[in-house]
């Protein structure tokens, strides 16, 4: 069965930092992109950072750029969001999302090295990991 196991978020104050992991099984994801996305009480999941499978494409959503870093560590098949800075809008459940082909997220595509196939090599979503930044 593959799976993707979000952890990390907490509680925080305005100003500090998390690092959410996700964590996956049953398959590798060297291969894969690595999505982030964040949906807010009430509002629609939006993407705010991907990562191609080499790593040569990184893309943030204005709104966090400069304060989040994604990365992905294929030895231990753990993406990671690390978070600085944190703001009560950065309040949310946080998800990841694992692509064989593609993540695109505005003009930017974030590509994986799987050409999927029937049921071979599909999205795979993790179940999220909460965030609430508050004082």
């Known amino acids: 069965q593959l799976r993707l196991v979000e952890s990390g978020g907490e509680l925080v104050q305005p100003g500090g930092s998390l690092t959410l992991s996700c964590v996956a099984s049953g398959f590798s994801l060297n291969y894969y992109a690595i999505g982030w996305f964040r949906q807010a009480p009430g509002e629609e999941r939006e993407g705010i950072s991907c990562?191609?499978?080499?790593?040569?494409?990184?893309y943030y959503t204005d709104s966090v750029r400069g304060r989040f870093t994604i990365s992905k560590d294929n030895g231990k098949n753990t993406a990671y969001l690390q978070i600085n800075g944190l703001k009560p809008e950065d309040s949310g459940q946080y998800f990841c999302l694992a692509a064989p082909a593609r993540i695109r997220m505005s003009d930017t595509t974030c590509a994986g090295g799987l050409t999927p196939s029937g049921v071979q090599y599909l999205d795979v979503w993790g179940q999220g990991t909460l965030v609430t930044v508050s004082s």
């Open positions: 990562i191609s499978y080499s790593r040569a494409t990184i």
